[in-house]
T-cell receptor, first 115, second 110 residues
Framework: EAGVAQSPRYKIIEKRQSVAFWCNPI?????LYWYQQILGQGPKLLIQ????????DSQLPKDRFSAERLKGVDSTLKIQPAKLEDSAVYLC?????????????FGEGSRLTVL | SQQGEEDPQALSIQEGENATMNCSYK?????LQWYRQNSGRGLVHLIL?????REKHSGRLRVTLDTSKKSSSLLITASRAADTASYFC??????????FGTGTRLTVIP
């Protein structure tokens, strides 16, 4: 079974530029999450999708971050304009069924450096 | 913040010794999970303990949960150099969100 795919693995941009990250969850997984992990810290939830609907985006900085999950499969996370403090690893995760709490399956992450 | 705290932040032991990591969380939970993260990689699920369970084993891993104290511990027995990684606890609430702790960086010296 293929795992969660993320791209790009690494991205370096100047502040005020924009960036987009892509995630393809495990086939059949209804729930998709984006987490931000700053160096030395635990992952922080940015947004949770159930199929193509947003379940929780309370911690998403909506003035600069946006995310979508068209057709309930792939997802894209965008940052525009980027700030220095956005330097982090952006982790995508998926799980089979929101109604059944259980483990999340994580991708390898996309490491963003903002200069 | 709904994130928990882990203790210690860093732990260095000799191969063959046991490693114990502690976690505290803040809200009522459905379950508590432990994840492992190798440097520069994604998180890998290790074990899940439900709120009505007190202890669970999986291979060399032993997890305990005390809901009255909102705390959990992870014990890795007979550690190996390959166990070197960061370990995170994550509390899962009714909304199925996972809230991660700050992590313990474990170094196992061969």
């Amino acid at each position: 079974e293929a795992g969660v795919a993320q791209s790009p693995r690494y991205k370096i941009i100047e502040k005020r530029q924009s960036v987009a990250f892509w995630c393809n969850p495990i086939s059949g997984h209804a729930t998709l999450y984006w987490y931000q992990q700053i160096l030395g810290q635990g992952p922080k939830l940015l947004i949770q999708f159930q199929n193509n609907g947003v379940v929780d985006d309370s911690q998403l900085p909506k003035d600069r971050f946006s995310a979508e999950r068209l057709k309930g499969v792939d997802s894209t996370l965008k940052i525009q304009p980027a700030k220095l403090e956005d330097s982090a690893v952006y982790l995508c995760a998926s799980s089979p069924d929101r109604a059944q709490p259980g483990e999340l399956f994580f991708g390898e992450g996309s490491r963003l450096t903002v200069l | 913040s709904q994130q928990g705290e882990e203790d210690p932040q860093a732990l260095s032991i000799q191969e063959g010794e046991n490693a114990t990591m502690n976690c505290s969380y803040k809200t009522s939970i459905n379950n508590l999970q432990w994840y492992r993260q190798n440097s520069g990689r994604g998180l890998v699920h290790l074990i899940l303990i439900r709120s009505n369970e007190r202890e669970k084993h999986s291979g060399r891993l032993r997890v305990t949960l005390d809901t009255s104290k909102k705390s959990s511990s992870l014990l890795i027995t007979a550690s190996r150099a390959a166990d070197t990684a960061s370990y995170f606890c994550a509390s899962q609430t009714g909304a199925n969100n996972l809230f991660f702790g700050t992590g313990t960086r474990l170094t196992v010296i061969p």
